[in-house]
């Protein structure tokens, strides 16, 4: 019992940062019917940036920050310089152009930085506070919770308390409408990819020192983790995004701690081709009209 | 020339027995590595292919064909391995080692495809690429079989005693997987300009509009996957035999994107793009690497640059491939084509266009006379109003 609290806990925490990736991947969807392929290039890149800035300062924080706000200048360059370029006739442009940023993003980080981990360090201890005779939280975990909620609480006040967040989903919604009532749509889209970016490179900076740490591949597991939360909880849903992860994170850890840690990444396909082929659009979708 | 033009499998004989004699006499002027490239190439064409079909026609976007691949090559292995035991030599090993490739593939390219077709662009895109990420996950959980992160050895054979005893390896290489990448393209070039072509082109085009006209939406998507699949496990069996070894590393990530962006570089939906791509695998590396040991850098850099280099290069060209040229570069030499053809009169357009011509009215209708129009019923109507147009009026190639 004692395990099975432990590795709920485990799994809730590790489902906390998928969310908030997979949290970023719905942002661009709703507003773009784009899933980011890149998205996890681009926090592998900001999280080398982290490093770096971390590396030079000697301080945790100024790397996070830095890698946060390179998030933001990557979203709006990728979207500002490429992704508005692309012709949408075909859903199937959009993701062959992302995979092509992907390449060209691991090509660059493994031509500057090697192709070998780099440790990164974390700003609170990593071991177990025991509550109640059980181990069960570490400082770091409630760190992780405790950023992630921000986030969200930020991310949801944002979209349903102001003006900009009005106007953004406006332009998601009906981005005609919108131009025509003064909306500046393209604005709007690219601070979309500015945001997603940044919460991405947030959650890549809190993931990414837990395992084996900076590497050009470090977030492709990351980013395809998150697609599976998003795709749970139906891509179009904030919410569902959330639980997504959690649920994610969850049968990660459940696999890995009474089964086997190879089997994990197993796992996270069988989910994900249970959800496809028993609810295509995921588990939180209400019934929509085909469009024609 | 005329009847070669109206009769579609003709044709494709012709051009697969030309290729093959070229590529014949190309194996005998090459240099042993060159051939191993040849060789190589000659896989990729398998799979670059098969994708090119799924993701050209039916708009069904596949990034797990590397896994695809590593299917076949670990099923070609594990056959292989149990046929060596029982002690099947030479040729019979090879060919039923393949079609032993071939089916598990197809198998695994099934399952895909039943998920794919219930699916839209991203989804499908998605869950292939999951399919690659845990190729190694599922190496390494069974370990015993698969021999994990190490992988397996493949038992090759030497030459056929026949050819002499100074026959080079290379050679024969190159012979088994140009033979089997010929066959591939021919087979595919029959299916694209056939009915199920036109019915796999139709579901990508509109999809509601295809199954009003009478097609089974699900059953083709199925089927354009399992023959892709099918392909790409051939592929995959062919490079089991050019390394003699299979592992989960040979299988990456990057090398899945490499594909799809072969077949995006060369022309989505377009064979002879296929080609093109599948050489640009082979020979892009090589360049970026001769590129970078050019420069005057540091060691170090030049370490990194190894590969990495390549991989850019890659991404580059498909951005700007997307962005500038969308039909690759099939579509480039059929617009250059046309226009070196367009002073002519007597000229009509590429062969492509001849046999879909009278398919645009209705997949449906047509699907049900697929010659019965005559040889050459059409054709005249057809001709002369195609030059005057050369650069609006043609509404489609095999690289739209």
Known sequence: ?292 | MAYLRTHTLPRHLLLAVLAALLLLLLTYLLPPYRNYQLATAGAYVCATAGLTVLVGLTGQLSLGHGALMATGAYAYALVSDKLVDGGTTGIPLLVVSLVAAILATMVVGFVLGLAGARLHGPYLAGLTLTLVIVVPAITTTFAGTLGGDQGLSVTVDPPPVGLGAAFPFERWQAWITLTAAILTVFVLANVVHGRPGRQMRAIRDDEVAARLSGIDVARTKVGAFVLSAATAGLGGGLLAVLTQSVAPGAFSLTFSLFLLMAVVIGGLGSLAGAVWGAILIVVLPDLADSLAEAMPVSSNLAERLDGNLAIGVFGLIVIGVMLAVPGGIQGLLVALVRRLRGRRPAASGPADVGPAGPAAPGPGVDADRPDASGPSGPEPAADPARPRTPSSGSPSTTTE
């Not at chain 1, 890149?45 to 790397?63: F, I, K, M, Q, R």
């Open chain 1, 1 to 292: 019992m004692d395990r099975f609290l432990f590795l709920t806990v485990d799994g809730l925490a590790r489902g906390a940062v998928f969310a908030a990736f997979a949290l970023a991947l719905v942002l661009i969807w709703r507003g773009t019917r784009i899933v980011n392929f890149a998205q996890g290039a681009m926090a592998a890149a900001t999280t080398y940036l982290g490093y770096s800035v971390t590396a030079a300062s000697d301080s945790y924080w100024l790397g996070l920050v830095a890698a946060v706000f390179g998030g933001l200048v990557l979203g709006a360059i990728v979207e500002r310089g490429l992704m508005r370029f692309v012709d949408v006739r075909s859903p199937l442009n959009a993701v062959i152009v992302a995979l092509g940023l992907v390449l060209v993003i691991h090509s660059i980080l493994g031509i500057v930085y090697g192709s070998r981990y780099r440790a990164m360090q974390v700003p609170f201890s990593r071991e177990s506070i025991e509550i109640g005779g059980t181990a069960l939280l570490s400082p770091y975990d409630l760190f992780v919770f405790g950023t992630v909620l921000l986030v969200m609480v930020g991310l949801a006040l944002v979209f349903t308390r102001t003006d900009i967040g009005l106007r953004m989903r406006a332009a998601a919604f009906a981005p005609d409408m919108s131009r025509l009532l003064g909306v500046n749509v393209g604005r709007m889209l690219t601070l979309s990819w500015a945001l997603a970016a940044a919460v991405g490179a947030l959650a890549a900076m809190l993931v990414v020192p837990t395992e084996f740490g900076a590497h050009p591949h470090s977030t492709d597991l990351v980013f395809v983790y998150a697609f599976t939360a998003a795709v749970v909880g139906g891509l179009d849903s904030p919410a569902g995004a959330v639980v997504g992860g959690l649920v994610v994170g969850l049968v990660l850890s459940y696999v890995s701690g009474y089964a086997d840690g190879d089997l994990s990444a197993v796992a996270i396909l069988v989910l994900l081709i249970g959800v496809l082929l028993l609810r295509p659009n995921g588990l939180f979708a209400s019934t929509t009209a085909r469009q024609v």
